[in-house]
């Protein structure tokens, strides 16, 4: 069994981060009964004797003693992070694997990657290499952060390069807020920009998640939950819970119900890795299967059902519903629409009680109305989980390399260039040491081939299948 | 003589446990059919076979479990403790942190030689426990990256130390709409580097299993337990005990060797495909009677016309008639085809088995014409039933059964190839596009030998 570390950096990368661990401690807490500290556990956490001081705390076996979590939590600001550590998730966190600063990035990438990177990079080095001696096998670093800020995306994607540099053979996972339309952050186009440029070479896989749509499942939900449609007979449990049975007051926290959606995409993405399946699905498996080309690492995401009832007995009628409904524009975590656009390659990760015959008869339903890249026409991954998440009885997660990416990197080009035409803001960026024009030239045309990447193959979708001569042997 | 079984993968060990679990269950079922004294001696040539003793008296598989991660095994270890009836051998499995991520590159070239002494080890330990080796079995899919990559490694190594012995693959061919979308580059690699060093390749299709769950057992929501246990079930009634001779009362000592001299006459041809008849839920059984005849009707009918199961075959195929000129090259486009045999070998188990007519399979018609129908084709029977059937056959044939399949996964692996995608997963650990062009190369070999055996 393998471990994997998550690294939070920022504001938004602290506070997805936090409903993560929440979320995490929960769903073990439901699967390990009689708090024995498993392989499974030891994937996020590892198991500690607090009593004993410095580092020779740390147990292999035997009885859960206090969890740590597995976690850097990075932030050039103390707010977040203090919030954190006195909250009700304080003893889970060591208090070694935190950088903190005062000031702020202040919005500003080039803050972020160039003045804390170089100011922190030996302490980032120290606690990333003390969180791999406590792994037995390090297999994936998970990187939460946003991209339109300063911190998450400026000192976040610095570490990206750190991660490749130091650790060659660990995964690099990226979760990243893009910013969405009505950003209030005047420079996110900068610096979404530039932290693109860093995606795209240093990260192994991408999940892009933006705002708008987080918010705009979050209504559907509360629409259906208070439309009392449900009845009062029956319990509704939905994505945004993070307590099992409690259903959170909605003002409570804000972004608390959209990060708690984010928190599930990780935990469902790594619960193949960590519960027993019949047919299991490694993190590794991720990028060998959704990643034709290490250029295209962009993966879009949808999360089903968004909420269940309590009657665990489901018709198939319901799960089926569950199959389409991750296809529908309504259920991604970007604005996207995967059936009008080409797929290179989908990964579907299904949780609880479902088998294969369910599967395979979803699929033989939903292919049609898909559209496949012509080299790859059954581009299936599939995964069977036996443990489903928390308060339900099954669950599935899509992630699609599909080219309905395209138009979120097109409007974040757009939006770069009606600000980098008037050279508005840009004085902020260039007083930094090692910022120069040719690092925003550069992140536009990294940008730019990207896109080209993804036209080309959009060029292909309205061909018909070529037949390819094989190979002729004599006999 | 004893086999050693190594399992590889998930999917070598969820079924390797589901066959020796089938293996017991039939070896200590009470209707036999047959007299006491039969039944003990078909109990214990099974388990001088498959199994080992232990001294509180619980059989142990006689297998090697290998795997690159560990829940798995975890999971098999403890089902078979559980039952309390058999279990595997406490220090007979190799497990390491991190899986193959469905790269066979990774399981053949960074697993294979990094294990190779501990896995080969373990090997030999079980080896050493068997009084008589008979040979290998190696359970394996084609579409990951642990059973498929290192798969082929271990039978290479196998080939290189036990020379003398044989090795039949047990190859699981994916679900033709993925479960893995690498899974034609795994299973091309796969096949090309079997078809060097193993002896012989008995496949089993997930998507033909997987049909006779739905149309013949009846089960509503299959689970992946259901097709192994299907599988399972085919494989024990071809290699449990069988009488060595018409009329004899010894059990067979050399059933692969037997096997495989009847059916692989001739090395480039090694892919063999298994029927099995009659195949219904237990609920079912107890209200069904057979004939031979009528069994065997319906096997001739299934092997002539490649069918898969014995629901929804197609009658209209019939053998050439003699005298006409050639048939000529197999197509590969059209529907129903006559299917052309090598070479047959049926089993069959039950009630006056004796009384059987298998005249129809010594027809020439069905046969390529390198072969005298005489060495084509041969029966073994016993009058031991087989897992509560009271009378069912097996064939085990060597014939155009999987050109189809084997060509489907070819043009996929090709038209992928083509774009190069991919490619980078399997040159990053030594897998170049040489050695993707050597495999087409023998496949495609392959593929047309097999449909040029009408000529």
Same mark, same amino acid.
């Given at each position: 069994?393998?471990?994997?570390?998550?690294?939070?950096?920022?504001?938004?990368?602290?506070?997805?981060?936090?409903?993560?661990?929440?979320?995490?401690?929960?769903?073990?807490?439901?699967?390990?009964?009689?708090?024995?500290?498993?392989?499974?556990?030891?994937?996020?956490?590892?198991?500690?004797?607090?009593?004993?001081?410095?580092?020779?705390?740390?147990?292999?076996?035997?009885?859960?003693?206090?969890?740590?979590?597995?976690?850097?939590?990075?932030?050039?600001?103390?707010?977040?992070?203090?919030?954190?550590?006195?909250?009700?998730?304080?003893?889970?966190?060591?208090?070694?694997?935190?950088?903190?600063?005062?000031?702020?990035?202040?919005?500003?990438?080039?803050?972020?990657?160039?003045?804390?990177?170089?100011?922190?990079?030996?302490?980032? %080095?120290?606690? /990333?290499?003390? $969180? !791999?001696?406590?792994?037995?096998? *390090?297999?994936?670093?998970?990187?939460?952060? =946003? +991209?339109?800020?300063?911190?998450?995306?400026?000192?976040?994607?610095?570490?990206?390069?750190?991660?490749?540099?130091?650790?060659?053979?660990?995964?690099?996972?990226?979760?990243?807020?893009?910013?969405?339309?009505?950003?209030?952050?005047?420079?996110?186009?900068?610096?979404?920009?530039?932290?693109?440029?860093?995606?795209?070479?240093?990260?192994?896989?991408?999940?892009?998640?933006?705002?708008?749509?987080?918010?705009?499942?979050?209504?559907?939900?509360?629409?259906?939950?208070?439309?009392?449609?449900?009845?009062?007979?029956?319990?509704?449990?939905?994505?945004?819970?993070?307590?099992?049975?409690?259903?959170?007051?909605?003002?409570?926290?804000?972004?608390?119900?959209?990060?708690?959606?984010?928190?599930?995409? %990780?935990?469902? /993405?790594?619960? $193949? !890795?960590?519960?027993?399946?019949? *047919?299991?699905?490694?993190?590794?498996?991720? =990028? +060998?299967?959704?990643?034709?080309?290490?250029?295209?690492?962009?993966?879009?995401?949808?999360?089903?059902?968004?909420?269940?009832?309590?009657?665990?007995?489901?018709?198939?009628?319901?799960?089926?519903?569950?199959?389409?409904?991750?296809?529908?524009?309504?259920?991604?975590?970007?604005?996207?629409?995967?059936?009008?656009?080409?797929?290179?390659?989908?990964?579907?990760?299904?949780?609880?009680?479902?088998?294969?015959?369910?599967?395979?008869?979803?699929?033989?339903?939903?292919?049609?109305?898909?559209?496949?890249?012509?080299?790859?026409?059954?581009?299936?991954?599939?995964?069977?989980?036996?443990?489903?998440?928390?308060?339900?009885?099954?669950?599935?997660?899509?992630?699609?390399?599909?080219?309905?990416?395209?138009?979120?990197?097109?409007?974040?080009?757009?939006?770069?260039?009606?600000?980098?035409?008037?050279?508005?803001?840009?004085?902020?960026?260039?007083?930094?040491?090692?910022?120069?024009?040719?690092?925003?030239?550069?992140?536009?045309?990294?940008?730019?081939?990207?896109?080209?990447?993804?036209?080309?193959?959009?060029?292909?979708?309205?061909?018909?299948?070529?037949?390819?001569?094989?190979?002729?042997?004599?006999? | 003589?004893?086999?050693?079984?190594?399992?590889?993968?998930?999917?070598?060990?969820?079924?390797?446990?589901?066959?020796?679990?089938?293996?017991?269950?039939?070896?200590?079922?009470?209707?036999?059919?047959?007299?006491?004294?039969?039944?003990?001696?078909?109990?214990?040539?099974?388990?001088?076979?498959?199994?080992?003793?232990?001294?509180?008296?619980?059989?142990?598989?006689?297998?090697?479990?290998?795997?690159?991660?560990?829940?798995?095994?975890?999971?098999?270890?403890?089902?078979?403790?559980?039952?309390?009836?058999?279990?595997?051998?406490?220090?007979?499995?190799?497990?390491?942190?991190?899986?193959?991520?469905?790269?066979?590159?990774?399981?053949?070239?960074?697993?294979?030689?990094?294990?190779?002494?501990?896995?080969?080890?373990?090997?030999?330990?079980?080896?050493?426990?068997?009084?008589?080796?008979?040979?290998?079995?190696?359970?394996?899919?084609?579409?990951?990256?642990?059973?498929?990559?290192?798969?082929?490694?271990?039978?290479?190594?196998?080939?290189?130390?036990?020379?003398?012995?044989?090795?039949?693959?047990?190859?699981?061919?994916?679900?033709?709409?993925?479960?893995?979308?690498?899974?034609?580059?795994?299973?091309?690699?796969?096949?090309?580097?079997?078809?060097?060093?193993?002896?012989?390749?008995?496949?089993?299709?997930?998507?033909?299993?997987?049909?006779?769950?739905?149309?013949?057992?009846?089960?509503?929501?299959?689970?992946?337990?259901?097709?192994?246990?299907?599988?399972?079930?085919?494989?024990?009634?071809?290699?449990?005990?069988?009488?060595?001779?018409?009329?004899?009362?010894?059990?067979?000592?050399?059933?692969?060797?037997?096997?495989?001299?009847?059916?692989?006459?001739?090395?480039?041809?090694?892919?063999?495909?298994?029927?099995?008849?009659?195949?219904?839920?237990?609920?079912?059984?107890?209200?069904?009677?057979?004939?031979?005849?009528?069994?065997?009707?319906?096997?001739?009918?299934?092997?002539?016309?490649?069918?898969?199961?014995?629901?929804?075959?197609?009658?209209?195929?019939?053998?050439?008639?003699?005298?006409?000129?050639?048939?000529?090259?197999?197509?590969?486009?059209?529907?129903?085809?006559?299917?052309?045999?090598?070479?047959?070998?049926?089993?069959?188990?039950?009630?006056?088995?004796?009384?059987?007519?298998?005249?129809?399979?010594?027809?020439?018609?069905?046969?390529?014409?390198?072969?005298?129908?005489?060495?084509?084709?041969?029966?073994?029977?016993?009058?031991?039933?087989?897992?509560?059937?009271?009378?069912?056959?097996?064939?085990?044939?060597?014939?155009?059964?999987?050109?189809?399949?084997?060509?489907?996964?070819?043009?996929?692996?090709?038209?992928?190839?083509?774009?190069?995608?991919?490619?980078?997963?399997?040159?990053?650990?030594?897998?170049?596009?040489?050695?993707?062009?050597?495999?087409?190369?023998?496949?495609?070999?392959?593929?047309?030998?097999?449909?040029?055996?009408?000529?």
């Amino acid at each position: 069994m393998t471990q994997s570390v998550v690294i939070q950096v920022g504001q938004c990368g602290n506070q997805i981060g936090c409903c993560f661990w929440d979320l995490a401690l929960r769903e073990h807490a439901a699967v390990n009964q009689k708090a024995i500290y498993d392989e499974a556990i030891s994937s996020f956490f590892r198991n500690v004797d607090t009593r004993v001081v410095g580092d020779g705390g740390s147990i292999s076996k035997g009885k859960i003693c206090s969890l740590k979590a597995r976690a850097v939590l990075i932030d050039m600001e103390e707010g977040v992070v203090n919030e954190i550590l006195q909250g009700p998730l304080r003893d889970v966190f060591d208090s070694k694997q935190l950088i903190t600063d005062i000031s702020g990035s202040g919005n500003n990438w080039a803050v972020g990657h160039k003045v804390f990177g170089s100011l922190y990079q030996e302490q980032i %080095l120290e606690k /990333l290499r003390k $969180s !791999a001696e406590h792994c037995d096998c *390090l297999q994936c670093f998970f990187i939460i952060h =946003s +991209m339109g800020g300063g911190t998450g995306s400026g000192l976040g994607t610095f570490l990206l390069k750190v991660l490749e540099d130091e650790f060659p053979e660990v995964y690099r996972f990226v979760a990243s807020i893009y910013p969405s339309g009505e950003d209030d952050v005047i420079t996110s186009p900068y610096n979404s920009m530039l932290a693109m440029k860093e995606l795209n070479e240093h990260a192994d896989c991408v999940l892009p998640i933006d705002n708008q749509s987080l918010f705009d499942i979050i209504s559907k939900i509360d629409l259906m939950v208070n439309s009392g449609k449900l009845g009062t007979a029956i319990k509704p449990k939905s994505l945004v819970t993070s307590s099992a049975g409690a259903f959170k007051k909605r003002q409570e926290k804000p972004f608390d119900a959209m990060n708690n959606i984010v928190a599930n995409l %990780l935990l469902n /993405l790594t619960s $193949s !890795a960590r519960f027993e399946g019949s *047919l299991n699905m490694d993190l590794n498996e991720i =990028s +060998m299967n959704l990643v034709p080309f290490p250029q295209l690492h962009y993966l879009v995401s949808s999360l089903t059902p968004l909420y269940t009832l309590a009657d665990v007995n489901i018709p198939s009628r319901r799960l089926d519903q569950m199959f389409s409904d991750a296809f529908s524009k309504d259920h991604q975590l970007i604005r996207a629409d995967p059936k009008h656009s080409l797929y290179l390659a989908c990964a579907l990760m299904v949780r609880g009680n479902v088998q294969i015959s369910d599967l395979r008869r979803n699929i033989e339903r939903l292919k049609p109305a898909l559209r496949f890249v012509s080299w790859n026409q059954e581009g299936w991954k599939t995964s069977l989980c036996s443990v489903p998440p928390v308060g339900h009885s099954h669950s599935l997660l899509a992630l699609a390399n599909n080219t309905c990416v395209k138009p979120t990197f097109i409007e974040l080009r757009e939006r770069f260039t009606r600000l980098y035409r008037k050279r508005a803001h840009l004085h902020h960026y260039l007083q930094i040491e090692g910022m120069e024009e040719s690092c925003f030239t550069e992140a536009l045309s990294s940008l730019s081939a990207l896109i080209q990447e993804y036209n080309q193959l959009d060029a292909t979708k309205s061909m018909p299948a070529e037949e390819l001569p094989r190979l002729s042997v004599a006999v | 003589m004893s086999i050693v079984t190594v399992q590889l993968g998930q999917c070598g060990n969820q079924i390797g446990f589901e066959v020796f679990d089938a293996l017991f269950s039939d070896s200590h079922c009470p209707q036999g059919l047959c007299s006491k004294r039969e039944n003990e001696a078909y109990r214990a040539s099974c388990k001088e076979r498959f199994f080992s003793e232990e001294e509180n008296g619980v059989p142990i598989a006689r297998a090697v479990l290998v795997d690159m991660e560990p829940k798995v095994i975890n999971q098999t270890l403890s089902k078979a403790a559980h039952s309390g009836r058999w279990k595997y051998g406490q220090h007979s499995c190799f497990c390491q942190k991190q899986g193959s991520g469905n790269n066979w590159a990774y399981g053949y070239s960074v697993h294979g030689p990094r294990h190779e002494e501990s896995i080969m080890n373990l090997i030999q330990k079980e080896v050493e426990k068997c009084d008589s080796l008979n040979g290998f079995f190696i359970i394996m899919s084609m579409a990951g990256g642990t059973g498929s990559g290192l798969g082929a490694f271990v039978t290479q190594n196998l080939q290189d130390q036990y020379s003398n012995s044989l090795k039949m693959n047990q190859i699981i061919w994916p679900y033709g709409t993925g479960e893995v979308i690498v899974q034609n580059y795994n299973s091309i690699l796969t096949l090309s580097h079997l078809y060097r060093s193993s002896d012989a390749l008995l496949v089993h299709e997930n998507d033909a299993v997987h049909k006779i769950c739905a149309k013949l057992m009846n089960i509503k929501q299959i689970s992946f337990r259901d097709i192994n246990q299907v599988l399972a079930h085919q494989l024990g009634s071809v290699f449990q005990p069988t009488y060595s001779g018409e009329g004899s009362f010894h059990y067979r000592r050399n059933p692969l060797g037997d096997l495989m001299e009847n059916l692989v006459p001739h090395p480039e041809f090694k892919m063999l495909g298994v029927r099995n008849i009659p195949q219904m839920s237990e609920n079912s059984l107890a209200y069904s009677t057979f004939t031979w005849a009528g069994l065997l009707k319906h096997l001739r009918q299934m092997l002539i016309s490649n069918a898969k199961m014995e629901e929804g075959i197609d009658w209209q195929v019939r053998p050439p008639l003699s005298g006409l000129p050639t048939r000529g090259k197999m197509s590969l486009n059209k529907e129903s085809h006559f299917n052309t045999s090598i070479a047959n070998l049926v089993i069959l188990r039950g009630k006056d088995v004796h009384s059987a007519e298998l005249g129809a399979f010594k027809d020439p018609a069905l046969y390529t014409s390198w072969l005298e129908p005489v060495h084509a084709f041969s029966v073994w029977k016993t009058q031991r039933a087989f897992s509560k059937y009271e009378k069912s056959a097996a064939l085990v044939s060597n014939s155009q059964f999987l050109v189809k399949p084997l060509d489907t996964i070819v043009g996929k692996a090709w038209n992928m190839f083509a774009s190069k995608a991919y490619i980078h997963q399997y040159t990053k650990f030594g897998i170049e596009e040489e050695d993707f062009l050597d495999s087409f190369t023998l496949l495609e070999q392959v593929i047309a030998s097999y449909c040029n055996l009408g000529f």
